[in-house]
């Protein structure tokens, strides 16, 4: 198993995803630079959080022409398993490999803090250790995770289960206070059509040791790292 | 052409008549305009701690463990085993942050980070020690929101947690806010470098960001008062680029680790000429630098304005010609300019050209700290406030009448609530090393490949500082060090940010040197050397000088991350101690203020040497692994240090204390060396045992449980509405910040 995080210049959540994949017995993790065009032969490649190019536009803007962007929108398209997580989602969206808009959180500030995810759909490549609903605690941190799409959009994601993770109060309910962004259905985490793109806001490679405060992330983690295609 | 320069242009500049005759003499002629620009801003308080080295050199500076001592490099560096170093330091932006408070606390991390990777060491954490008036007033809102953005957004996109610091609320820092940013990082021995410059045709290189007219003479902007002219200011204040630091801390950790410099300093205050002349200085060499090379993002700059610009994230490296491709290289890799623009000469002069012709050619060594630089000892008069704070008699002061209500109200003061509001809006999770974040007594950060931690903690009670220097900076240091123990770690070194009003006032003068003297005696009697920071005076808007606000920012090694302790009640049925005897100390407490209106009295009495028993005794009894929780005793005193310890978890604890004392002492007396700490039952014999070796009181006082927080027959509150009034002040204030 051969795990690619690329880096983008302004990536800080890189070397966070290594140390959590590198947890897992067996696996290679390699970086990948943005101005390669080179996936190194990567079976799961990973677009790690950070304030890619500084974010000063739109997240995520204008990572998705950077060089290696080519390389995974192509990967994906023929069906390579790539996970955005909160930087990297906002990338996937720009990218168009997901559908949907990120808008700046609804109180316009920052927010990190621990949320408690419920998983909606394990039959995935990217959820297949976890239970459906099972919840799970990791913390989010991000100006802009405020996820929106057309009611069309919204009602096809729910109807085909591709909303992957939802933010739920500790009971396993859904809740306004809950919801750390205002994501529209409280959606954390959404899959494409055919399975193989999945983003989401919440960080689970910081909750892959209990020292942190959770290892639940690792549900994620083994997921993507055990499961054989 | 440059002006002329006469005695005008000089005081223009912030200098007086006799340091104008001393550059003359030095110079053996009249200086050009280039020249008195940088000796303005190299003799400003900022840079040449000119009216505070005398008294600062009397810390104690030295450890068997110390790496890199105080004012020895950009940062100080402390052994912590495994071939490990943790650098560290905290420094104002202050006056930035009050005129413009966004740019002015982002610039103020961003200065902080780049003293840390300058050294080698890549930032590991963060944490901010914080200052304003009260948030009944509309302007000090719009500061603080302003602070907590421009601090959120710059650690946030670099990529570094934020894991605690402090917030205090007082009018003395209504016009002038205190900002003081502290780093922390983690340092290979071999990996550490130095900001020298020697080797005569050795080449230096500007490195990072694009050279233009922000912030220039923000040094000298920060040595004077604030005042209805410091608006005309804002032009002083840098502007901050989170991205490009991040990139520059790549490229500059990389040509570390592959050792291809001989020197690198940042750029901060007094921007390139701050960076040359120190460098050189230390090296004992000269430097020519072109001027007209520096990459510049605006039209038409003059050699003037490029030696003194404060642009952010810029490096000075300087490294041997072999070098310079692969230094460039690096650069180009992560976006960003290696330019040469001037070598290591011969002799010991700074000589800037411009356009074929000279600008500046000054000895580096006159321009330092601990070279040619002015160091004066100013007047000290004893306050006369003092005494009669002194002399108030507490018997004066009707106890409160209901103590429940009293302990709503300190939990809702906003010095005391909680300050998740602040903190929710940093990233303190990022490098996934976050053992304990914002809200316990020290953040912790974990060592990676090693079984260690880190504790840090920023403490300072300004109130107490103002009305008794020398005994409230020892407090500080007591403070600082027992958040540290309590948390699990030995404190190993101090770092501080002494900020005060305007030294030429004999009485300011009297409350910096004094506690300067207070924390001296502190530090030696913790064995925590300080290992450098930053001295920030002229803290004064037209009505006031601040608090004398001597900030301390203490380290502490945690041996083993399986000592890692926190202050919240874990389960039902433990339980609860004190060590320590609570007296009638009331004298410039929170309750005093909060219930009674009055910052006033005689401060608790410190014993440095029972304090470190007391920080040895709590420190044996988390290594023998039978601590569950621990805090310690410090603002609001033990009622609200025990409902602090309720809130993570919702449970609520019953406790009988020893009467004999005022009822509001024995509640909400801050009495110093006092700590509480929880263990299961089974523990009593060993923590008796442990404690006879100590010859300090510990004594069980409650029981862990329930859903209300009982005290004899004075407090008896359910915890989770204590907590609503805790967690809900500070958002109250903030949100009408976004409704108007």
């Known amino acids: 198993m051969k795990i690619g995080i690329v880096v983008f210049p ?101 927010v990190c803090r621990e949320v408690v995810l419920r998983v909606e759909n394990n039959n995935t490549r990217f959820t297949s250790a976890a239970s459906v609903g099972q919840l799970l605690r990791m913390p989010v941190a991000h100006g802009e995770g405020n996820y929106y799409a057309d009611p069309g959009v919204i009602s096809e994601l729910e109807l085909s289960g591709r909303v992957i993770f939802r933010y739920v109060n500790p009971d396993g309910v859904v809740t306004a206070q809950a919801n750390p962004n205002g994501s529209i259905n409280s959606i954390a985490g959404i899959i494409n059509e055919r399975g193989n793109v999945m983003g989401m806001m919440p960080h689970p490679e910081r909750a892959c040791e209990l020292i942190l405060g959770s290892a639940d992330g690792l549900n994620i983690v083994k997921s993507l790292c055990e499961t054989t295609t | 052409m440059e002006p002329t320069v006469d005695l005008k242009t000089a005081k223009d500049h912030g200098l007086s008549e006799e340091e104008y005759q001393q550059i003359t003499e030095i110079l053996g002629r009249t200086p050009t305009f280039t020249e008195i620009g940088i000796y303005s801003v190299m003799w400003s308080e900022h840079c040449s701690y000119k009216n505070s080295i005398a008294q600062l050199k009397t810390l104690p500076r030295e450890g068997p463990a110390l790496l890199a ?137 500007i490195v990072g960001s694009s050279t233009g007219r922000d912030g220039i003479h923000g040094a000298t902007f920060a040595s004077e008062e604030l005042s209805e002219k410091s608006e005309a200011r804002r032009p002083s204040v840098q502007i901050g680029d989170p991205f490009t630091e991040k990139l520059l801390l790549e490229a500059s950790l990389e040509i570390i680790r592959k050792k291809l410099l001989v020197g690198i300093q940042d750029m901060g205050a007094a921007g390139i000429t701050c960076s040359s002349s120190e460098m050189s200085a230390k090296g004992k060499s000269g430097m020519r630098i072109d001027i007209d090379k520096v990459p510049v993002r605006e039209e038409a700059m003059t050699p003037y304005e490029i030696m003194l610009s404060e642009s952010q994230e810029r490096m000075l490296v300087v490294c041997a010609p072999e070098n310079i491709a692969e230094v460039k290289k690096i650069f180009e890799k992560w ?187 502190a530090c030696a009697a913790f064995e925590t050397p300080v290992t450098g920071g930053n001295v920030s005076f002229y803290n004064e808007d037209p009505e006031r000088a601040v608090y004398p606000t001597p900030v301390i920012g203490m380290v502490g090694v945690i041996e083993n991350t399986s000592h890692i302790t926190t202050i919240s009640f874990k389960e039902a049925g433990h339980h609860i101690y004190l060590i320590g005897q609570t007296k009638d100390e009331l004298g410039g407490s929170e309750y005093l203020k909060t219930i009674h209106n009055k910052v006033t009295g005689k401060l608790p009495l410190i014993n440095l040497e029972n304090h470190k028993k007391t920080i040895d005794l709590i420190l044996e009894l988390i290594r023998s692994k039978i601590v569950l929780s621990a805090q310690d005793i410090s603002d609001g005193g033990l009622a609200v240090a025990l409902a ?97």
């Not at chain 1, 994906?76 to 930087?87: M, S």
């Not at chain 2, 601090?151 to 402090?166: A, K, T």
């Not at chain 2, 020398?470 to 500080?476: E, F, L, N, S």
């Not at chain 2, 024995?666 to 523990?683: D, H, K, N, Y």
């Open chain 1, 10 to 110: 302004g990536s800080n959540c890189d070397y966070d995803a290594y140390q959590a994949f590198k947890l897992i017995e067996g696996v290679e993790v390699n970086y990948l630079w943005h101005g390669s065009d080179n996936l190194n032969s990567s079976d799961i490649i990973v677009l790690p959080g950070g304030f890619s190019y500084g974010d000063y536009l739109r997240s995520g803007s204008i990572a998705r022409f950077s060089r290696i962007m080519k390389k995974v929108v192509d990967f994906a398209n023929g069906g390579g398993y790539v996970i955005g997580i909160c930087n990297g989602f906002q990338i996937l969206l720009e990218s168009g490999l997901l559908p949907g808009a990120m808008m700046k959180n609804s109180n316009l500030r920052f």
């Open chain 2, 69 to 205: 001592k105080a004012g020895d490099e950009n940062a100080g560096a402390i052994d912590i085993g495994d071939g490990l170093a943790v650098v560290f330091k905290i420094e104002s932006h202050n006056h930035p942050s009050a005129v413009e408070p966004y740019q002015g606390a982002a610039t103020g991390v961003g200065g902080i980070l780049r003293d840390i990777f300058t050294m080698g060491a890549r930032p590991v954490a963060v944490l901010n020690s914080l200052r304003f008036g009260s948030l009944e007033n509309p302007r000090v809102r719009y500061l603080f929101d302003g602070v907590i953005r421009g601090i959120g957004d710059y650690g946030n996109c670099f990529g570094v947690p934020d894991i605690g610091g402090e917030i205090y609320f007082e009018d003395a820092y209504t016009g002038n806010p205190l900002v003081n940013a502290m780093a922390v990082g983690i340092a290979k021995h071999s990996e550490l470098v130095s900001a020298v410059s020697k080797g005569t045709g050795n080449v230096a290189l």
């Open chain 2, 335 to 521: 976006g960003l300019h290696a330019v040469e623009i001037g070598s290591v000469i011969d002799g010991g002069q700074l000589i800037v050209n411009s356009n074929g012709g000279k600008v500046a050619d000054i000895p580096a060594d006159s321009l330092v700290l601990g070279g040619g630089a002015p160091v004066y000892i100013r007047q000290q008069k004893r306050p006369d406030y003092l005494d009669k704070h002194q002399k108030f008699n507490l018997m004066s002061v009707p106890a409160a009448g209901d103590m429940n209500e009293a302990l709503e109200k300190l939990l809702a003061s906003p010095n005391i609530a909680s300050k998740k509001w602040v903190y929710q809006q940093y990233d303190t999770s990022v490098r996934t090393s976050t053992a304990v974040g914002p809200g316990s007594s020290a953040g912790i950060i974990r060592i990676r490949k090693t079984d260690k931690a880190l504790a840090v903690s920023t403490d300072c009670n300004g109130r107490y500082c103002y009305l008794d220097p020398r005994q409230g900076a020892k407090i500080a240091v007591a403070e600082s060090a027992l958040n540290v123990a309590v948390s699990g770690g030995r404190p190993v070194g101090v770092t501080n940010c002494l900020n005060f009003g305007n030294p030429h006032d004999p009485e300011i003068y009297y409350q910096f040197a004094e506690s300067v003297a207070g924390m001296g005696e």
């Open chain 2, 644 to 740: 602090e310890c309720c809130f993570p978890n919702g449970i609520g604890a019953q406790l009988t204390l020893d009467v004999g004392i005022r009822p509001d002492s024995l509640l909400f007396g801050e009495t110093q060396s006092r700590v509480i700490f929880t263990a299961a039952p089974a523990g009593a014999i060993t923590i008796e045992n442990i404690a006879a070796k100590y010859d300090l009181p510990v004594q069980k006082i409650g029981t862990t449980g329930g859903p209300d927080l009982k005290i004899n027959e004075l407090i008896d509150m359910p915890v989770a509405k204590l907590r609503r009034g805790y967690e809900g002040a500070i958002p109250a204030y903030m949100e009408s910040v976004i409704k108007t």
